[in-house]
């Protein structure tokens, strides 16, 4: 049982780091101050493009959006996965 155990703990605290992730980047991109592009209602002589830095600070916090995501997704499948070996134990046992 102490297998299963630090499975779920692994799987659990994978899981609580891939959600700080995300609301870590989520934060960035919702605090990103890129300006908004309407061509329709500025003239082309009055448009500000964005700075390469902020692209590329929006395009981090995108990848690490991506990357939490994933975290999370991978650690509940563990949690799952030791759920069922768990279960089966218990079936085995019974």
Same mark, same amino acid.
């Given at each position: 049982?102490?297998?299963?155990?630090? &499975?779920?703990?692994?799987?659990?605290?994978?899981?609580?780091?891939? %959600?700080?992730?995300?609301? !870590?980047? &989520?934060?960035?991109?919702?605090? $990103?101050?890129?300006? *908004? !592009?309407? /061509?329709? !209602?500025? /003239?082309?002589? %009055? !448009?500000?493009? /964005?700075? /390469?830095?902020?692209?590329?600070?929006?395009?981090?916090?995108? *990848?690490?959006?991506?990357?939490?995501? $994933?975290? *999370?997704?991978? $650690?509940?499948?563990?949690?799952?996965?030791?759920?069922?070996?768990?279960?089966?134990?218990?079936?085995?046992?019974?």
């Amino acid at each position: 049982m102490q297998i299963s155990g630090s &499975a779920f703990s692994a799987g659990l605290s994978g899981i609580q780091a891939g %959600q700080r992730r995300v609301e !870590q980047a &989520a934060g960035e991109i919702a605090g $990103n101050t890129l300006p *908004v !592009q309407r /061509p329709d !209602q500025t /003239p082309p002589s %009055q !448009q500000v493009e /964005p700075s /390469p830095e902020a692209r590329t600070d929006l395009a981090e916090s995108l *990848v690490g959006l991506t990357q939490g995501r $994933n975290e *999370v997704q991978a $650690n509940a499948r563990v949690v799952e996965t030791a759920d069922e070996v768990l279960g089966t134990l218990i079936d085995t046992r019974a």
